[in-house]
């Protein structure tokens, strides 16, 4: 699926490749490019490669068969890739066909293309993935430190949602997650989903097909928001009965799970889109562009009504 956004007569054109329609975040990727390209004067070509790495990467290499100095050229990339590995090569393709590239929100391994081609403008911009998990972990201890006062030993069984785990922002939620409950005893099962509300409640319901009685828990931490509402789903739960942290926070979909009580909390994972933009506006002006951007995240709720939902959950 491709789609273009008008753009002033002369503007450079960027081809943004995102994963699936289907995901609120990579449709608030979207929008976002979209204003950022207007306010860049840049025109902006987005293409879906529907979840497939096959796909995507023939969507990608079309467009570097249209180089810059053609009609109908093809000035920068944007990629958010599908899967880990196979994304430096397309970095050394462009870099060959002097065209600016940023990955988003993966670990990209550009150190041969930038050796090669030292001139290149190669980046990513990426929210601390790590850093979230980490987050996402002390909310959970937050939650049941202050929920224990009222019930002993609460929270310890979690099922824990995350998206393919060979991804590395899979891995590093996880690692941060495990940072943050160290010393917690907290008994973490894991399901592998994939990002989606349906991927998630599929990983779920087969996790909860081989536990049977013993896969009991107390609350659901899940990698993205849309997995916890599929969790959820598959546990045959209505929305808000087991403490629920997510990950993404958007305004329009994680933030309004936590304020209809449908989420406990998630960590707001700010959007790449905009920033890789404007690191190609630098470019395209003969300006440096930053190896790396790393991007903070927050909670939503803040700590202190985390705290106080809290004690109103232990006390009901």
Known sequence: MTSSAPAPSGARTVALFLIS???SYQQALLLEGRDAARRLRIRLEASFG????ELQIKQIYAALARPPEAENGVHGLVIMPIKEGGYGRIGANAARGSVPCVFLNREVDLDGPRRDFPRAALSVVTPDQRRCGLEQGLQYRTWFEEAGRLRPGCGRRVLYVQGPPDTSSARDRLEGMRQAVEGWPADLTVANGD?????????????ARTLGDRGAFDAIVSQNDEMARGATRALGMAAGTL????IDGLPGFGQGMVDSGELAATVVMPTTCGPALELLAQAFRGEP??????LPSRWHPERAALQDRARRWAAA
């Open 50 to 53: 529907d979840g497939q790495f």
């Open 21 to 23: 329609k289907e995901s």
């Open 243 to 246: 403490p629920t942290f997510g």
């Open 195 to 207: 990002w989606t509300e349906e991927g998630g409640r599929e990983a779920v319901a087969r996790l």
């Open 289 to 294: 562009a930053a190896p790396k951007v790393v």
